[in-house]
């Protein structure tokens, strides 16, 4: 019996009958044939590569990171990267979480699938409290059952999950009720401490499944979170696409040189891009990821999703290189577009 896809709107091209599909670029889900020729030309050529020199990693300033969490009207904008897509964000009064995956593996399995090659820049103990978790969509790298169930058990109220359509139930059926699902370009607010902060899904170039058989029924998306002191964009998960200077047109109003210009900090991938034969249409590489800044119109971009977990070719450390050379090709100076170390904070401008 064939899938159905309780939201399916005719209205919106990437709703199909029975889930979603990109619509910007076209995408094909690889064959288990391309599978197995990525697979076996990696084996052949010995690939991903050991790293030549260790990831970058930084004991957290938890001091900071605690009072900061609890300032309210005098909380300073600030990010530290967790590892992988996961960062903590702070502003307005709210500590957000971006695809929190604390396990030792990403993986449904505990003893098998990528292992974490650093840990978290913070532990789930030393986490302050969570207002907001942005989840991008169900890859078994993003969306993380033991620390999801982790974070909806801190003491008082459980974060806020902000999700795609589909994701919902994954959530309710665990019990965890304090989560909205939204579709690309619909948003949620909710109170911060300088004045209403928006949160929109917006569109991503990617797929999303669990197993075998859930195949793009649920959908995927990065997000534009939108408060007075601080516009944040998160990729999530992305080949690259036009819809990148569509959304620099479509929030052109609210980031006006009257209102604050443009976001204040984009969280953009820059690994796991390798063979591109293989990722292209599902992973930006560095050279794509420089170019989503540059439509964007954002002032500052961190790199993240690299240095965490072997999930293709190229080696842990690679990234950050390349970032380098393309920094200088594209333009782009090293503050406009720079990496951290795992645990390391950085702290923001207020926006105007």
């Known amino acids: 019996m064939a899938r159905r896809n309780r939201h399916y709107n005719p209205a919106q091209p990437h709703h199909h009958p029975e889930g979603f599909r990109n619509v910007a670029e076209p995408f094909a889900t690889k064959s288990l044939a391309e599978v197995l020729r990525w697979r076996w030309g990696a084996a052949r050529g010995g690939l991903p590569l050991p790293p030549s020199a260790p990831v970058p990693t930084q004991a957290p300033d938890l001091s900071f990171l605690h009072r900061n969490a609890t300032a309210g009207a005098d909380m300073a904008p600030a990010v530290t990267w967790i590892g992988h897509a996961t960062a903590m964000v702070q502003f307005s009064g709210l500590t957000v979480l971006t695809d929190p995956i604390f396990a030792e593996r990403a993986s449904p399995l505990p003893f098998a699938g990528p292992k974490r090659a650093q840990a978290p820049g913070l532990g789930l103990a030393q986490l302050p409290r969570v207002d907001l978790v942005l989840v991008s969509h169900n890859h078994y790298d993003h969306l993380c059952d033991p620390s999801v169930r982790a974070l909806a058990a801190q003491p008082g109220e459980p974060p806020l999950f902000v999700v795609p359509l589909g994701l919902g139930d994954w959530f309710r059926g665990r019990g965890i ?115 989503i800044h540059r439509d964007l119109g954002a002032k500052r971009s961190l790199g993240v999703h690299w240095g965490t977990f072997n999930l293709t070719d190229e080696a842990l450390d690679e990234p950050p290189r390349v970032l380098v050379q393309e920094r200088a090709r594209q333009g782009v100076a090293e503050d406009d577009f720079f990496v951290l170390a795992i645990g390391e904070t950085r702290r923001l401008p207020p926006r105007r």
């Open 177 to 291: 009720t304090r989560v909205v699902e939204l579709d690309w370009w619909q948003s949620h607010a909710l109170p911060g401490a300088h004045g209403p902060v928006a949160v929109h899904l917006v569109p991503a170039q990617h797929w999303s499944a669990r197993g075998l058989t859930d195949r793009m029924a649920t959908l995927w998306g990065g997000f534009a979170v939108l408060a007075p002191d601080c516009h944040l964009f998160y990729a999530g998960d992305t080949a690259y696409s036009r819809e990148f200077a569509r959304m620099r047109a479509h929030f052109a109003e609210a980031q006006s040189e009257q209102a604050g210009g443009g976001f204040d900090l984009a969280l953009l991938p820059i690994g796991a891009y390798e063979p591109r034969w293989f990722m292209a249409d599902q992973h930006v590489n560095v050279e794509e990821a420089v170019r």
